[in-house]
C-alpha cells in the first residue's frame, strides 16, 4: 500500500514561514503529479497547488500565489510546500495527496489518491 | 474559478435507505469530477473519478453520474461505515475546486 507521510507544520506567527515536506513509500508514486490539499479546522477541503511530473508546470490557487512555492526533488523522492508570510487563514491541515494525470475516451482526468495524514500549520501570535 | 454547490449540506438517513448528493458546477466541467469521502479525524478517500468511474476497492453501492453542471453520487443501500463527509471536486480547470461538502449521519 503507497503511503504519503507528510512533516514540517508547526506552529509561527504571522508573516513567519514555514517549509512542509511530503515523503512517498513508493518510488513510482513520485512519478506523477502531486498536490497539495488544505482544510481549516472544522472547514472544508481547498485545493493549494499542484505540479506535474519534472516540476516544470506549478498551479496555485490565487490566495498563495506569490507567498507559496511547491517544489520536488525526485532524486530525493520528496515534494515541497514553501510557504511566505503566512495569515492566519492559512490555518488548516495539510495534506499531500497524489494527483494522477490519465488520458481517457478523449479526455485528462485526476484521481487524488493516495493521501498523507496530514500535518497541521497554526498560524498565530 | 468554477464554484461547486453541494446539496443538501447535510443528511440524516437509516441504514438501509437510498442516498443520493448533488454537485452543481458554476459552468459546463464535461465529466472531469471527482467524489471523496472524509471520515472525522482521517484523510480523505477517493470513491469515484470521472464522474462515474467506481475507484478500484470502493464498495459498488456507491455510484456517481452526470456531464456538465450537474453530478449525482448516490449509495444505493446506506451502511454504518458510510457516515462521514462527502465532497466533490472538479479537476477541468484550474484553480481545482471542492464543493462544500455533504455530512451523512446515520439515524
Known amino acids: 500500500e503507497v503511503q504519503l507521510v507528510e512533516s514540517g507544520g508547526g506552529l509561527v506567527q504571522p508573516g513567519g514561514s514555514l517549509r512542509l515536506s511530503c515523503v512517498p513509500s513508493?518510488?513510482?508514486?513520485?512519478?506523477?503529479?502531486m498536490s497539495w490539499v488544505r482544510q481549516a479546522p472544522g472547514k472544508g477541503l481547498e485545493w493549494v497547488a499542484n505540479?506535474?511530473?519534472?516540476?516544470?508546470?506549478?498551479h496555485y490557487m490565487d490566495s498563495v500565489k506569490g507567498r507559496f512555492t511547491m517544489s520536488r526533488d525526485n532524486a530525493k523522492k520528496s515534494v515541497y510546500l514553501e510557504m511566505n508570510s503566512l495569515r492566519a487563514e492559512d490555518t488548516a491541515v495539510y495534506y499531500c495527496?497524489?494527483?494522477?494525470?490519465?488520458?481517457?475516451?478523449?479526455?485528462?482526468?485526476?484521481?487524488?489518491?493516495?493521501w498523507g495524514q496530514g500535518t497541521l500549520v497554526t498560524v498565530s501570535s | 474559478a468554477t464554484q461547486l454547490t453541494q446539496s443538501p449540506s447535510s443528511l440524516s438517513a437509516s441504514e438501509g435507505d437510498r442516498v443520493t448528493i448533488t454537485c452543481r458546477a458554476s459552468?459546463?466541467?464535461?465529466?472531469?469530477l471527482g467524489w471523496y469521502q472524509q471520515k472525522p479525524g482521517k484523510a480523505p478517500k477517493l470513491l469515484i473519478h470521472?464522474?462515474?468511474t467506481l475507484q478500484s476497492g470502493v464498495p459498488s453501492r456507491f455510484s456517481g453520474s452526470g456531464f456538465g453542471t450537474d453530478f449525482t453520487l448516490t449509495i444505493s443501500s446506506l451502511q454504518p461505515e458510510d457516515s462521514a463527509t462527502y465532497y466533490c471536486?472538479?479537476?477541468?480547470?484550474?484553480?481545482?475546486?471542492f464543493g462544500g461538502g455533504t455530512k451523512v449521519e446515520i439515524k
Open positions: 495527496v497524489r494527483d494522477s494525470n490519465y488520458f481517457y475516451n478523449n479526455g485528462w482526468y485526476r484521481k487524488f489518491d493516495p
Open positions: 471536486l472538479q479537476d477541468y480547470t484550474y484553480p481545482l475546486t
Open positions: 459552468q459546463g466541467i464535461r465529466n472531469e
Open positions: 513508493s518510488f513510482a508514486v513520485i512519478n506523477d503529479w
Open positions: 470521472a464522474a462515474s
Open positions: 505540479m506535474n511530473r519534472d516540476g516544470s508546470e506549478i
